[in-house]
């Protein structure tokens, strides 16, 4: 048994303490949120540990959250590595592709981070971050010869694509206190607080040993579901023993393998970043595109038909906690089949589904590691972190 391991479970109590003064959010987002955090933020995240387990103080799981929740570091620079693997099957390039264009902006910008970041949702990246305070922070992600740099200063908010030669520029948006607030969270807190959102009477949670990160000492906190049905096998994060800084981030799913998520320092400074560090302005013959622009008409969003569009008032939610289910309604006839869609496109449809029966009538279920959704022939959807048997169960119990 691990030195620093706790009790396998939370009270009633100690959950409700966790919970205390979190932002509300539907259950089932959980693990998709942890997972695009960890892709797309900003990279004040994870790490890869180091040989060797340092001797540390025993400390309980509530104690360690506290920790986490206390810290305050504001100053730091260091290298990130970024390995997201959600077992989507690459024919064609069409994984690369449809990550990118998965949320491409209205613009058409390369330079927009919107969807030059959704890049971190596939493969292995390499990153420079750097912080100093709430209102200055940068990474720069490594492409071969290329670079793609996101600076936030100020109110500024800047994008810059070496390759292309484009700059996006946009403006922070300020919370109603008048700090500036990020649609994607940009501090390791902000991180640990969106995994932290699971722990519940369905969770277990422990400090299971210590490890050395980026060259600093750290416990390893553990999360995991407490019943079956959850593809999300654990979260553990690495915890920086003297800042509380989470310093790794690591899902690994129920299935076993390859983690989904590891996230993390690979090295880390807590000195200032010179203030040169967060200066920008556009190279010389740069196309500038500003926020909410529209480049080109070609760029311009198309008008989607109503029945399709799910209603603003959010999905239906089907049971609690890690084994939470979305349903949508799309008001369509569910999804063509590979023969009908045709093409390299109808062959990822088919890679990715296996058709099933039930009460429901008949339906596909589209496959990642982590995330699986359930379309039936009319046109309802049940998306969770959770098995295709649970998904199949959750649209019978729903007839």
């Given at each position: 048994m691990a030195p620093y391991e706790t009790d396998d479970s939370t009270t009633a109590g100690e959950a409700d303490d966790l919970r205390?003064?979190?932002?509300?959010?539907?259950r089932y987002v959980v693990p998709v949120a942890v997972v695009g955090v960890a892709a797309a933020t900003i990279g004040l995240v994870p790490a890869i540990a180091d040989s060797g387990d340092p001797d540390l103080p025993k400390i309980t799981a509530q104690q360690l959250i506290e920790k986490i929740a206390a810290s305050d570091v504001e100053q730091l620079s260091g290298t990130v590595k970024v390995s997201t693997d959600l077992g989507l099957p690459d024919i064609g390039g069409l994984e690369s592709s449809l990550m990118s264009g998965a949320t491409q902006p209205g613009d058409g910008s390369s330079a927009d981070p919107s969807s030059k970041l959704m890049e971190l949702a596939s493969g292995t990246h390499t990153l420079r971050v750097a912080a100093d305070g709430p209102d200055k922070q940068k990474l720069s992600l490594l492409e071969n010869a290329a670079e793609y740099s996101l600076i936030h200063n100020g109110k500024d908010v800047w994008g810059y694509d070496s390759s292309s030669n484009e700059v996006f520029h946009g403006t922070?948006?300020?919370?109603a206190d008048g700090k500036t607030k990020e649609d994607t969270p940009t501090t390791p807190q902000d991180l640990a607080e969106e995994a932290l959102k699971s722990v519940d009477d369905t969770t277990s949670v422990t400090v299971d040993g210590t490890a050395q990160i980026a060259g600093r000492d750290a416990y390893r906190l553990v999360i995991k579901p407490k019943d079956s049905g959850s593809t999300v096998g654990a979260i553990t994060i690495g915890v920086d023993s003297k800042t509380g800084l989470p310093l790794k981030f690591t899902l690994t799913p129920a299935g076993?393998?390859?983690?989904?998520?590891?996230?993390?320092?690979?090295?880390?400074?807590?000195?200032?970043?010179?203030?040169s560090t967060f200066d920008f302005t556009p190279p010389k013959g740069a196309k500038v595109t500003e926020e909410g622009e529209v480049a080109a008409e070609e760029h311009a969003p198309a008008q989607k038909p109503e029945s399709t569009v799910p209603s603003e008032e959010g999905p239906e939610t089907i049971g609690e906690g890690w084994n939470?289910?979305?349903?949508?309604?799309?008001?369509?006839?569910?999804?063509?089949?590979?023969?009908?869609?045709?093409?390299?496109?109808?062959?990822?449809?088919?890679?990715l589904g296996d058709k099933v029966t039930g009460k429901f009538g008949e339906g596909t279920v589209f496959k990642t590691r982590l995330i699986n959704a359930l379309m039936t022939d009319d046109g309802k959807v049940y998306v969770g972190a959770v098995t295709k048997d649970a998904l199949v169960k959750a649209a019978d119990a729903a007839k």
């Amino acid at each position: 048994m691990a030195p620093y391991e706790t009790d396998d479970s939370t009270t009633a109590g100690e959950a409700d303490d966790l919970r205390a003064g979190r932002r509300k959010a539907a259950r089932y987002v959980v693990p998709v949120a942890v997972v695009g955090v960890a892709a797309a933020t900003i990279g004040l995240v994870p790490a890869i540990a180091d040989s060797g387990d340092p001797d540390l103080p025993k400390i309980t799981a509530q104690q360690l959250i506290e920790k986490i929740a206390a810290s305050d570091v504001e100053q730091l620079s260091g290298t990130v590595k970024v390995s997201t693997d959600l077992g989507l099957p690459d024919i064609g390039g069409l994984e690369s592709s449809l990550m990118s264009g998965a949320t491409q902006p209205g613009d058409g910008s390369s330079a927009d981070p919107s969807s030059k970041l959704m890049e971190l949702a596939s493969g292995t990246h390499t990153l420079r971050v750097a912080a100093d305070g709430p209102d200055k922070q940068k990474l720069s992600l490594l492409e071969n010869a290329a670079e793609y740099s996101l600076i936030h200063n100020g109110k500024d908010v800047w994008g810059y694509d070496s390759s292309s030669n484009e700059v996006f520029h946009g403006t922070a948006a300020e919370s109603a206190d008048g700090k500036t607030k990020e649609d994607t969270p940009t501090t390791p807190q902000d991180l640990a607080e969106e995994a932290l959102k699971s722990v519940d009477d369905t969770t277990s949670v422990t400090v299971d040993g210590t490890a050395q990160i980026a060259g600093r000492d750290a416990y390893r906190l553990v999360i995991k579901p407490k019943d079956s049905g959850s593809t999300v096998g654990a979260i553990t994060i690495g915890v920086d023993s003297k800042t509380g800084l989470p310093l790794k981030f690591t899902l690994t799913p129920a299935g076993g393998g390859a983690a989904v998520v590891d996230a993390g320092f690979t090295q880390v400074s807590f000195s200032k970043p010179a203030a040169s560090t967060f200066d920008f302005t556009p190279p010389k013959g740069a196309k500038v595109t500003e926020e909410g622009e529209v480049a080109a008409e070609e760029h311009a969003p198309a008008q989607k038909p109503e029945s399709t569009v799910p209603s603003e008032e959010g999905p239906e939610t089907i049971g609690e906690g890690w084994n939470s289910i979305a349903v949508f309604d799309t008001g369509g006839e569910g999804m063509p089949s590979g023969a009908e869609a045709g093409g390299e496109f109808g062959g990822f449809l088919d890679s990715l589904g296996d058709k099933v029966t039930g009460k429901f009538g008949e339906g596909t279920v589209f496959k990642t590691r982590l995330i699986n959704a359930l379309m039936t022939d009319d046109g309802k959807v049940y998306v969770g972190a959770v098995t295709k048997d649970a998904l199949v169960k959750a649209a019978d119990a729903a007839k």
